[in-house]
T-cell receptor, first 115, second 109 residues
Framework: IAGITQAPTSQILAAGRRMTLRCTQD?????MYWYRQDLGLGLRLIHY???????GKGEVPDGYSVSRANTDDFPLTLASAVPSQTSVYFC??????????????FGPGTRLTVL | GQNIDQPTEMTATEGAIVQINCTYQ??????LFWYQQHAGEAPTFLSY????GLEEKGRFSSFLSRSKGYSYLLLKELQMKDSASYLC??????????FGKGTSLLVTP
């Protein structure tokens, strides 16, 4: 069982380019999340999805979009990358979006550098 | 919004006990999580508290006081591999974890 996989592992991207970070889970979890982690700022939620077909905005959604066409996949797209989007991106999933006793499991992360 | 505070850095000696504190101010509360994150790796789940009191899990214990908006993570018999960041996270709205900035723990010989 792989759990959560993310691709690519790392990427260097020119500013203005479009980029999609991929996230796939095989645990049949209902809820999925995207975070970015920056030194000194901790983990911040970008977008989330409580179930397939629905998405919501987190704390820092600007410049990012997501889709949830099925249970397993939750891609994150940067339409036109900017240097401030340089970060480590983590995808996570949980059984439900209900909150209580709802442990989130994280993928290995994607290290993105925008030049 | 939420305010979650934890010390930035701590240092402790191998074999010792260390307590990492977390205070929070939230508009609602559905539980508090502790995660461990080694450098360059993903966060991994350590503990969950929703009721007041102490939850023990091997060398790690976590305590919660909801009235005080306070939690701590207690690590006993410290090992070198315990050097990592420890993240306190609170869930209130039910859709996501709100993380503190993390405490970087260095275990020295």
């Amino acid at each position: 069982i792989a759990g959560i996989t993310q691709a690519p592992t790392s990427q260097i991207l020119a500013a203005g380019r479009r980029m999609t970070l991929r996230c796939t889970q095989d645990m049949r979890h209902n809820a999925m999340y995207w975070y970015r982690q920056d030194l000194g700022l901790g983990l911040r939620l970008i977008h989330y999805s409580n179930t397939a077909g629905t998405t919501g905005k987190g704390e820092v959604p600007d410049g990012y979009s997501v889709s949830r066409a099925n249970t397993d996949d939750f891609p994150l797209t940067l339409a036109s990358a900017v240097p401030s989007q340089t970060s480590v991106y983590f995808c996570a999933s949980s059984e439900s979006g209900g909150g209580a006793a709802d442990t989130q499991y994280f993928g290995p992360g994607t290290r993105l550098t925008v030049l | 919004g939420q305010n979650i505070d934890q010390p930035t850095e701590m240092t402790a000696t191998e074999g010792a006990i260390v307590q990492i504190n977390c205070t929070y101010q939230t508009s609602g509360f559905n539980g508090l999580f502790w995660y461990q994150q080694h450098a360059g790796e993903a966060p991994t789940f350590l503990s969950y508290n929703v009721l007041d009191g102490l939850e023990e899990k091997g060398r790690f214990s976590s305590f919660l006081s909801r009235s005080k908006g306070y939690s701590y993570l207690l690590l006993k018999e410290l090992q070198m591999k315990d050097s990592a960041s420890y993240l306190c996270a609170v869930i209130d709205s039910g859709y996501a974890l709100n993380f503190g900035k993390g405490t970087s723990l260095l275990v020295t010989p």
